[in-house]
């Protein structure tokens, strides 16, 4: 079960990202880069329903005492 700890508990966990690929602008979601409280990142919004499909790619980062786990997903609209 992905967790972060309280750092100044001494305790650590591990942690799920998604990293979303889009092949093209059909299934790029909507750029919310603008509203975004963090206007450094890229913020993309998508409809309900919307199918994260994992592409098999994933990538484990260790960071401070936490384990990241990237895994890479593809975007696929509800028909």
Do not use: K, Q, V
């Given at each position: 079960e992905p967790s972060i700890q309280n750092p100044d508990?001494?305790?650590?966990?591990?942690?799920?990202?998604?990293?979303?690929?889009?092949?093209?602008?059909?299934?790029?979601?909507?750029?919310?880069?603008?509203?975004?409280?963090?206007?450094?990142e890229k913020e993309f919004l998508y409809p309900s329903l919307t199918f994260m499909q994992p592409t098999g790619v994933t990538h484990t980062l260790k960071h401070g005492g936490t384990t990241f786990t990237v895994v890479e997903v593809e975007p696929a609209f509800p028909s």
């Open positions: 508990s001494g305790c650590y966990g591990s942690a799920l990202i998604f990293r979303l690929r889009s092949t093209t602008f059909m299934n790029l979601g909507c750029d919310l880069t603008e509203l975004s409280a963090f206007p450094h």
